[in-house]
């Protein structure tokens, strides 16, 4: 069995080798959507063009998932400095589920079960990110 970021590399590596898109449409409106967020311009894109946005999507799931690790760790430094570097959507989708997920109360950054909601925040994103959560 292949995992996410497997498939999608190997349509980037096929849509590199056919000249043509291959994959885009078998994927969900939300990973079509991350896939085109990373292309920045859209109109007219070349397979090298497509091949790359696909191979920038699984980097940018890669280093969200770092940056979870990272706070469930406890290294705040780099759990801190990964979130900066997330797309300003993405930072306020994860503010909204860390707030939802206490119930609006304002949390400490510096406590371990800070840190733990935090992760999970991020991972929650993620998985929206990844369109796992689409029916």
Do not use: C
């Not at 898109?21 to 409106?29: I, Q, T």
């Not at 990973?31 to 894109?45: D, F, H, T, Y």
Request: charged content about 25%.
């Amino acid at each position: 069995m292949n995992t996410f970021a497997e498939i999608i590399q190997d349509y980037a590596e096929r849509t590199r080798r056919e000249g043509k898109s291959v994959g885009l449409d078998e994927l969900n409106a939300t990973q079509q959507a991350e896939i085109l967020r990373q292309l920045g311009s859209p109109n007219k894109v070349s397979p090298e063009g497509l091949a790359h946005a696909m191979e920038s999507y699984v980097s940018a799931l890669q280093h969200q998932a770092d940056v979870a690790k990272a706070f469930f760790l406890g290294d705040l430094e780099r759990g801190v400095d990964g979130l900066i570097g997330l797309p300003e959507d993405i930072r306020t989708q994860i503010d909204q589920l860390i707030w939802e997920a206490s119930g609006g109360e304002p949390i400490d950054p510096t406590l371990v079960d800070s840190h733990h909601l935090i992760a999970s925040a991020i991972m929650h994103s993620l998985e929206m990110r990844m369109g796992m959560l689409e029916e």
